[in-house]
T-cell receptor, first 116, second 112 residues
Framework: KNQVEQSPQSLIILEGKNCTLQ??????????LRWYKQDTGRGPVSLTI?????NTKSNGRYTATLDADTKQSSLHITASQLSDSASYICVVSARTIREYGNKLVFGAGTILRVKS | NAGVTQTPKFRVLKTGQSMTLLCAQDMNHEYMYWYRQDPGMGLRLIHYSVGEGTTAKGEVPDGYNVSRLKKQNFLLGLESAAPSQTSVYFC???????????FGQGTRLTVV
């Protein structure tokens, strides 16, 4: 059972447009949620991190939201650029100290392609 | 500051061969992890370490071994490679349980 589900699997948008990526999770007990950007052939790089009490967090043109009650998060990208083309991965951290050193559960990612 | 460095970046192995992947971090991090990434799936944890001299199994440990003899290095070994181990391998490290994990650039391994 995949505890972190992302949608859509892939997305193509025109440069300058906005888009929103979704993440639903069932990981419990919840510790925090991160969004990572992974360029082709590179390792993931953190964009934002949110704990249980945070509803929204921004990093430049990236804005992440979190609804801990419904266990949903979204990543909104404003005024997209060609360099935004990448895979965006939702990662949920479980508060299980004894298991996996504070287990990180990865979604499969959303592949975003920005066209000119 | 190099961050997390993985070597090699690419490797092709024949079935049954062995190899070691090296992960080195220069941030004095306690926690280090090895993941594999396969198409359409999230990263899956192979093994991890919570400090020098310690290792533990993750979700998919079979066919792999690890060692953490020095705090800055985390080695992943394949004793007898199988085609099912064809994947991209990522190493990550972080200083504490609630801080950001930093990833290496990945090692693309093909077993034929």
């Amino acid at each position: 059972k995949n505890q972190v589900e992302q949608s859509p699997q892939s997305l193509i948008i025109l440069e300058g447009k906005n888009c929103t990526l979704q993440c639903n999770y069932t990981v419990s007990p919840f510790s925090n949620l991160r969004w990572y950007k992974q360029d082709t052939g590179r390792g993931p790089v953190s964009l934002t991190i949110m704990t249980f009490s945070e509803n929204t967090k921004s990093n430049g043109r990236y804005t992440a939201t979190l609804d801990a009650d419904t266990k949903q998060s979204s990543l909104h990208i404003t005024a997209s650029q060609l360099s935004d083309s990448a895979s965006y991965i939702c990662v949920v951290s479980a508060r299980t100290i004894r298991e996996y050193g504070n287990k990180l559960v990865f979604g499969a990612g959303t592949i975003l392609r920005v066209k000119s | 500051n190099a961050g997390v460095t993985q070597t090699p970046k690419f490797r092709v192995l024949k079935t049954g061969q062995s190899m070691t992947l090296l992960c080195a971090q220069d941030m004095n991090h306690e926690y280090m992890y090895w993941y594999r990434q396969d198409p359409g799936m999230g990263l899956r944890l192979i093994h991890y370490s919570v400090g020098e001299g310690t290792t533990a199994k993750g979700e998919v440990p079979d066919g792999y071994n690890v060692s953490r003899l020095k705090k800055q290095n985390f080695l992943l070994g394949l004793e007898s490679a199988a085609p099912s181990q064809t994947s991209v391998y990522f190493c990550a490290s972080r200083g504490s349980l609630n801080t950001e994990a930093f990833f290496g650039q990945g090692t693309r391994l093909t077993v034929v």
